[in-house]
């Protein structure tokens, strides 16, 4: 199964506060699971990423935890501010045809109020 | 470097009209995409290459056409357009992919409405 389920669909957080989004995913040959972040009016970027052969990643105040058995990754980010507001795609990698290809999750629309 | 350009930025086509996006990429990368975005569903592919004079199918091709003549550009075509392709198209690039080293870059977005 090539998909990618993320939730929640939104997500508003006090200022200050944790954002978590959470994604999970069925096909194990995913090899590889980053995260892109998208301002209005402009296309995605990625943000931080992960291998499965680690169970953490922080960059700064973002942080993914992946749990390989559970078949689950989550972002994590601290001390959100309204500049974080966003929607926020996770995606896995596979290779396909020898290609590799990015699925991506249905996104999160974070609002961080001031 | 520009990155990733898109043209044109916005367009509103009537059923059944033709159009063309262009993608362009400054980063000398092999690999370029369309993607399509709709609300609650994500990123969805509708075309890629993997090199100047090749392209593949994604996961949702149906009704689009794409060429890549030149290494720096991705054209993506509408040939009747229908309002179930009112959208924001994303094209983006990559390297030649090393494991655990996929980034995408993606351009500013297309937003087409179709009456």
């Known amino acids: 199964q090539q998909q990618v389920k993320q939730s929640p669909q939104s997500l508003i957080v006090q200022k200050g506060g944790i954002s978590i989004i959470n994604c999970a995913y069925e096909?194990?040959?995913?090899?590889?699971f980053p995260w892109y972040q998208q301002f209005p009016g402009k296309g995605p970027a990625l943000l931080i990423a992960?291998?499965?052969?680690?169970s953490e990643k922080k960059e700064g105040r973002f942080t993914i935890s992946f749990n390989k058995s559970a078949k689950q990754f989550s972002l994590h980010i601290m001390d959100s501010q309204p500049g974080d507001s966003a929607t926020y795609f996770c995606?896995?990698?596979?290779?396909?045809?020898?290609?590799?290809?990015?699925?991506f999750g249905t996104g999160t629309r974070l609002l961080v109020s001031p | 470097n520009a990155g990733v350009t898109q043209t044109p930025k916005f367009r509103v086509l009537k059923t059944g009209q033709s159009m063309t996006l262009l993608c362009a990429q400054d980063?000398?990368?092999?690999?370029m995409y369309w993607y399509r975005q709709d609300p609650g569903m994500g990123l969805r592919l509708i075309h890629y290459?993997?090199?100047?004079?090749?392209?593949a199918k994604g996961e949702v091709p149906d009704g689009y056409n794409v060429s890549r003549l030149k290494k720096q550009n991705f054209l993506l075509g509408l040939e009747s357009a229908a309002p179930s392709q009112t959208s924001v198209y994303f094209c983006?690039?990559?390297?030649?992919?090393?494991?655990?080293?996929?980034?995408?870059?993606f351009g500013p977005g297309t937003r087409l409405l179709v009456l």
């Open positions: 995606a896995a990698n596979f290779m396909n045809t020898g290609f590799q290809k990015l699925v």
């Open positions: 290459s993997v090199g100047e004079g090749t392209t």
């Open positions: 096909n194990t040959a995913f090899d590889y």
């Open positions: 992960i291998r499965p052969d680690v």
């Open positions: 983006a690039s990559s390297y030649p992919l090393y494991r655990y080293q996929e980034t995408q870059y």
């Open positions: 980063m000398n990368h092999e690999y």
